[in-house]
Each structure stands twice: as C-alpha cells, then as structure tokens.
Nanobody, 128 residues
Framework: VQLVESGGGLVQAGGSLRISCVAS?????????MGWFRQAPGKKREAVAV????????FYAESVKGRFTISRDNGKNTVYLQINNQKPEDTGVYYC??????????????????????WGQGTQVTVS
C-alpha cells in the first residue's frame, strides 16, 4: 500500500492550488475514508478534510470550510484537495491518509490521525 502526494509549492496569499494523492495497492475503494492532514512547523498535525468512499460524504475543519474541497477520481485512484483563497496560516506539509475498508470513522473520529492505517510522505505548501 502506498500513498503518494504531489502538487505542493509556493503560492501567494489569495491564490489557489490543487494537491493530489495517488493510492496504490488499495485504490480509493479499498479504503473507507480518505483524509488530508497538515502540519505547520512546531505545531501538531491537524485534520483538514475527509471523504467517505461509500456515498462521497465529506467533512472539513472549521478553519478551511468554504475554501478547501476534497474530491476523488476513481479511475485514477486519486484523491484531490483544492485549496482556494489561500492564507499564510495554510502553510505546512500536507499529508494524505487512508483507513482500511473496514474502518468507517464517525463524524467525531475522522480528525483522529491515529485511526488512519496508511500515510503518504507529504507535500509542502507555502503561502507567502
């Protein structure tokens, strides 16, 4: 199982960026929940968005609602995070995470990083 993120970079405040996560070995249907987390320097890793593969339900952290959109392309085994109207506080390493197919997280559990089984290596997003 491998998750590989890409698409990070340097963006000016107010700009947009889309980062991607390709899931190999499980595919998006092999996971119950696909999530995005981020970690700023010196801060704890925080959940920003999750997509439930059965039904496409999504949840977002309050700090990103209205600006971030999580989506998927089943044919490409890829999950995306569209980031709009970027702010300097969005700077950090963005990680893709996935649960196994049996772990359907509740609306209060999806933010718990310990409940995810697989992680990518991260992609850096810097907002100036």
């Amino acid at each position: 199982v491998q998750l590989v993120e890409s698409g990070g970079g340097l963006v000016q405040a107010g700009g947009s960026l889309r980062i991607s996560c390709v899931a190999s070995g499980i595919g998006v249907y092999g996971s119950s929940c696909m999530g995005w987390f981020r970690q700023a320097p010196g801060k704890k890793r925080e959940a920003v968005a999750v997509l439930y593969t059965s039904g496409d339900t999504t949840f977002y952290a309050e700090s990103v609602k209205g600006r971030f959109t999580i989506s998927r392309d089943n044919g490409k085994n890829t999950v995306y995070l569209q980031i709009n109207n970027q702010k300097p506080e969005d700077t950090g390493v963005y990680y893709c995470a996935a649960t196994d197919r049996f772990s359907r997280l509740t609306s209060s559990q999806w933010t718990d990083a310990a409940r995810y089984n697989y992680w990518g290596q991260g992609t850096q997003v810097t907002v100036s």
